[in-house]
Every structure is written in C-alpha cells, then in structure tokens.
C-alpha cells in the first residue's frame, strides 16, 4: 500500500507537466545556475553543485540493476532563493523495486536543504573559485509505510551538514586546459537513531569540460552548435557509513545546456566491490529548468534582495 498521505506519482506528473511545457515556451535568456566571472558551474546529477539559485529538476530518472531484479527512482527537487546568497531545496523520490517474486513501489522520505553561498572569488582573472556550506535533513515517516515496513527506506531521519566548493582552471597557462573545472562535496550525516542507521561521510567530487567556456573565453570553434553547449563530466560519490563497508559508483556523462534548460545523461557504474554486490551499472537522465528565467515572478528571483555576506 502507498502512504495515503501523499499524493500518487501518476497525479504529480501530471499537475507538474503543464508548468514545465509553459518553461519550454520562455525564449528569455537565464542567468544561469552558478555564474563566478566567466565560469559557469553546470548543475550536476549524483551530487549538489556549490550554488545558490531557482531551479527546478523533474523529472530525474533513475535506473538501476540489482541481483535479484531492478530498482527504479523517479526524483524531484524544487529550489528557492530566500536571499540572494541563502535558498532552501525540497526534493523527493518515487521508488520501485521489483524482483522475479515481488514487485515494491512507494515514495521515499522528503530532504530539505538550507544551503548559503559564499560570493565568488575572484581575487585575480580566472580565479573562478566559490563555495557554499548546508544542512540536509532527512525527515523521517513521510514517505511510504510499505516501503518503511519492508526495510527498503530508512524508518529513521539524518541530519547532515555539508561543504560545496567549485574551481574553474581557467587561470592555467594552457589553453586546451582552461574549460576544465572541478567541484566537489563533503558531508557528514548524522543519524537519529545510529543503532538503527549508521552515521556517515560521504564524499563526491567531479570533474568538467565546458564546451561553452572553450567557445567563449578560449577560442571559437567552427562546429555545429549543440556541441558548443555541452559539457563532459565524470561524477564519483562514496559513503563511507560508521559501521559497514563503503560504496562508491563512478558516473561519466554529458550534459547540455539550452537558454533556460539543462539535459544530463550519465552511466552509474559501481566503482568497488561492496557496490557491486548490490547493483549493475546504471543509468540516470535528469531534465533541469532555470526558474530565474521568470526572475519577474516569485518563482524566480530572491524572496529578500540581499546578500547575508555584503
């Protein structure tokens, strides 16, 4: 049985699809996702970025192999801006699991996140260095009570602050190298109940080509343009929990940015042994809207104009 608390995945599409078509429609230019000097930092699919913005994911899909069948995700995250420097995000997960025997399908728990950006630093040219710092919390028994009752979800909560930083290598003396960039993350999670649920780090970390910078600010290239909108990127994510084994998965892909829009692809691949004993190597696809596109609405600009660090 599903949580008759929340609503059924089927009936969210559908009250979210109409708005994400009217976003289609927009033709204005977006300010971008995190901007610091002429880097713009892409947002990525297996971990956070270090920015602060309006934004929305929906969906980001999820394939997953397992041993004994295959687990699916259908995810959604809403982020607002409160200051110009300070947001909060909500996201969610629509689970299934399926097995030759049986077949487990719910929502998982909601996240809230509080996260304040730290201005860009850009002490000299090219240094394209920011960070951010968060609280995640996990809330326990909002998501489904069959998926709870069978073990597939955390019956507890977490709580987990978090440092973000990202460093565009625009400043090295080699051109070819100059679009590269890297981002990374570092949490700890602590649990309600650690007896239960274990406490963790986690660790994530990825590393970025941007077409977009090399045809901007290093040298044009004459070629069609969706490829000067994409980005190759690796993403690699470990756990690394107070009691059992670390898991980690590496995650190649390309993303694409549009206007007001970001499409990313990336394979999930269990990067060690422990990871490999409980899934395949996967697939995940997110679509991402810009909401500062209607930075003239509530949705997209900051609820209070100022920066908590000026």
Known sequence: MR?????????????????????LTMHSVA??????????????????????SDE?????????????????????????????????????????Q??????????????VTLKDQHPCIQRYEHQELTWSVCLVRKIPGTGSVQLTNAGIIDSVGSTGPTFYVGKGLGDLKASYLRPLAVTGEISRVFSDTPSMSPSSWTYSASLQYSMPYLQQHVKALHVPQFLTR???IVEVALTSPDSGSPTGTISPGILYDANNWQLGAEAILPANTAARQVQGTGFIIQFHVFLDTFYKSWFG?????????Q
């Open 3 to 23: 949580n008759s608390s929340l609503p059924s995945h089927e009936t969210l599409f559908r009250a979210i699809l109409p708005v994400v078509a009217l976003m």
């Open 31 to 52: 300010r971008a996702h995190v901007v610091c000097g002429d880097r713009v930092f892409p947002t990525t699919l297996t971990m956070d970025d270090p920015g602060v």
């Open 56 to 96: 929305m994911s929906l969906p980001t899909i999820t394939l997953t192999p397992t041993p004994s069948g295959e687990s699916n995700d259908y995810g959604y995250e809403w982020d607002k801006t409160i200051t110009e420097d300070l947001g909060f995000a909500v996201n969610g997960d629509y689970l299934t």
């Open 98 to 111: 399926t097995s030759p025997t049986e077949k487990s399908s719910g929502w998982d728990n909601i996240t």
């Open 230 to 232: 994409m980005t190759p």
């Open 301 to 309: 600009k900051p609820l209070i104009k100022r920066n908590l660090w």
